[in-house]
């Protein structure tokens, strides 16, 4: 256990924040095994990118527009906050900040990430081939070339993965509330899909044999006894519609599902 | 490392291998403990008999297919015998070869229907085994820390052909307290497959209340509307008093309440 001041990454944001993003170096204890990267906002947008160096480097900015200009004639005492808070448990760095942060981090491809944001920003990973554990509630999620099992939520923002590959063997789930699912898949990939859309649509470019047709349910509410002899036409009626389709696409594999209510889905073949 | 979290971590190593620290933990463990080491062999063996069993298993039309060849061979015999007759003295090889080709043809025969009966109590051995296994690997990888792996857990759940209690009650805390939205999604299908045992209705209609997932909640909703769930009313109200709920689940809230009445 080796808590790291968060108050060194705080004091260097407050400068960033009146100037440019300030950067910080964190280190994974052990290089050689399984490196994790949490972060954690409650607004501001959250960048993952690679890079070849062992270590992690954080860009942070926290918004400049967050800060109470100092009144005239006093100054601000840096007292640490607000800022972006870290800490490192073995191979773990976990970041995360209260107030507005947008943060981007490098860090070696195979690391894990669990990414969660709230508001004020978007979720975009490129390149990372660890397992990927996201959820962000009023952003957008794009995954660009990504090669590790993939679990993935946006409530109300678009879900966009690219994977380089499909083979890890965990199962992978991607689900949004109101906005499109759009996965895009080697050509060779092999899969099994669960697919379910309330109120969308589903679109793909691979050929998607479907098992069995999507189950269309409905159920007719029968009027109160004392109604028994009213017509017709003043039953009540409710027609619903279970859309939950399964498929293989390529024979079959590693199994996917999505999930949406208001959007669509999209399969796409990479090109 | 007590006993039971080395028998997790027994089935854990052939699900997907150990690093080389939880590796060395259990080897620890086995190599002072002499009935985890018992089991551990056992288990072993089992995984490798697993493999060694055939993947389709002698089933009906391979038996009909026996008959069949059985009936058109004794037909072939019939006719040649007419023709024996005639043509007996002349090919005394002909006559060797029929009978040592029965000879061959009873012996494979005699030998398949043996094998198969011994396959089959195999394979109900094998069978018994493989519920476990499918049992403890659950229950595992349902604890991982993973949402991959959590997410496999569910599904190897549906895999089993009958859920017993603790898998269920498993799914039905997954369903309350996972953390990922899509874990606790895969947790609300996999119980729903079959209808819901009492407990499992119960955890359904608790979750309607503290679910905060409006992608949750409206498959919690038509649930209740589906199964014609009376006791999940009281729930759906006080999800009903939540401020803070999605326009769209209100909407399918209000439709659920109405239809009930």
Not at chain 2, 96 to 121: I, P
Request: charged content about 25%; some cysteine; hydrophobic content about 40%.
């Amino acid at each position: 256990m080796k808590p790291i001041s968060a108050f060194l990454i705080a004091a260097s944001l407050l400068t960033a924040a009146e100037s440019n993003a300030q950067k910080q170096t964190l280190s994974f204890s052990d290089p050689a095994a399984a490196k994790r990267l949490e972060v954690s906002l409650v607004n501001g947008s959250i960048t993952v990118k690679t890079h070849a160096a062992k270590e992690a480097i954080i860009e942070g900015n926290v918004a400049a527009t967050q800060r109470k200009q100092p009144p005239p004639g006093m100054k601000r005492l840096d007292t640490g906050l607000p800022g972006l808070g870290s800490e490192q448990t073995g191979n773990t760095i976990k970041l995360h900040a209260i107030h507005k942060a947008n943060v981007t981090i490098w860090v070696p491809a195979e690391t894990a990430l669990k990414l969660n944001t709230i508001n004020g920003g978007d979720i975009i990973v490129e390149g990372i081939a660890g397992e990927i554990d996201t959820n962000n509630i009023n952003g957008n999620i794009t995954l660009t070339d990504v090669s590790g099992p993939v679990v993935a939520h946006a409530l109300n923002g678009k879900l966009t993965v690219s994977l380089s590959k499909l083979d890890s063997g965990k199962a992978m789930s991607l689900s949004t509330f109101n906005k499109d699912v759009d996965l895009t898949l080697p050509a060779d990939a092999k899969a099994s899909v669960k697919l379910k859309s309330q109120n969308g649509e589903i679109f793909t470019d691979f050929d998607v044999t479907l098992k069995g047709a999507p189950v269309v349910e409905e159920s007719k509410k029968e009027p109160p006894a004392s109604n028994k002899n009213s017509s017709p036409r003043t039953r009540t009626r409710t027609v619903r519609f279970e859309k939950v389709s399964y498929g293989t696409i390529n024979g079959g594999g590693q199994e996917i599902q999505l999930t949406t209510y208001n959007g669509s889905i999209y399969i796409r073949k990479k090109k | 490392m007590n006993c039971d979290a080395a028998k997790e971590r027994m089935s854990e190593r052939w699900l997907h291998g150990l690093d080389e620290s939880r590796r060395i933990e259990l080897e620890t463990h086995l190599a002072a403990c002499p009935s985890c080491r018992e089991e551990s062999t056992a288990l072993n063996a089992l995984w490798q008999a697993m493999e060694d069993v055939p993947t389709e298993e002698p089933g009906r039309q391979l038996r009909a297919g026996f008959e069949w060849m059985m009936q058109a061979y004794r037909m072939g015999v019939a006719e040649s015998s007419v023709r024996k007759r005639i043509a007996a003295p002349r090919q005394p090889l002909w006559q060797l070869a029929v009978a040592s080709l029965t000879l061959v043809f009873g012996l494979v025969a005699g030998h398949l229907y043996t094998a198969r009966t011994q396959d089959q109590a195999t394979i109900a051995q094998l069978g018994v085994e493989m519920k476990t296994m499918k049992h403890l690997v659950t229950l595992s990888l349902l604890r991982q820390e993973s949402a991959g792996d959590r997410l496999r857990g569910v599904s190897f759940s549906e895999s089993m052909s009958a859920t017993d209690d603790e898998v269920l009650s498993a799914l039905v805390r997954a369903l309350s307290n996972d953390p990922n939205v899509n874990v606790r999604l895969a947790a609300f299908d996999a119980l729903t497959r079959n209808p819901a045992s009492p407990s499992v209705r119960k955890g359904i209609r608790d979750a309607i209340t503290y679910q905060e997932s409006p992608l949750l909640q409206i498959a919690l909703i038509d649930w209740a509307v589906n199964n014609k769930d009376r006791g999940a009313m009281d729930p759906l109200r006080q999800l009903e008093r939540q401020p803070e709920l999605h326009p769209a689940v209100r909407v399918r809230l209000r439709e659920a309440i109405r239809s009930f009445q």
